[in-house]
């Protein structure tokens, strides 16, 4: 079991960066796929980016790409989410998840294939 505890949230405007953070405490975070979503009061939420165990392998959703980079760094547990050109329309809270995926290696785009979530961390990008 894992558990994830998400960082780096807040308010920036237009064209500013944020780097989130997720720790992740348990063991064996080497053994986990995982993935950053966001959700808006009243959609579903929604995949930003994916890695692989081992960080080899990563996706993002059309919105992000060219703006969003997702890494890991497995001996400190942790996975990040840089978000570079934010737009107002990135405004969501944003969930860090995570899949036990020891044997396979893949990453995973839907929320359904996780198993772990963090709490959220709210980010607000004004116009």
């Known amino acids: 079991q894992v558990q994830l505890v998400e960082s780096g949230g807040g308010l920036v405007q237009a064209g500013g960066s944020l780097r989130l953070s997720c720790s992740a405490s348990g063991r064996a975070f080497s053994g986990y796929a995982m993935g950053w979503f966001r959700q808006v009061p009243g959609k579903e939420r929604e995949l930003v980016a994916a890695?692989?165990?081992?960080?080899?392998?990563?996706s993002y959703a059309d919105s992000v790409k060219g703006r969003f980079t997702i890494s890991r760094n497995n001996a400190k547990n942790t996975v990040y989410l840089q978000m570079n050109s934010l737009k107002p329309e990135d405004t969501a809270v944003y969930y860090c998840a995570a899949r036990y995926d020891y044997y396979r290696g893949n990453y995973y785009t839907a929320a359904l294939e996780y198993d772990y979530w963090g709490q959220g961390t709210q980010v607000t990008v004004s116009s």
């Open positions: 890695i692989s165990r081992s960080g080899g392998s990563t």
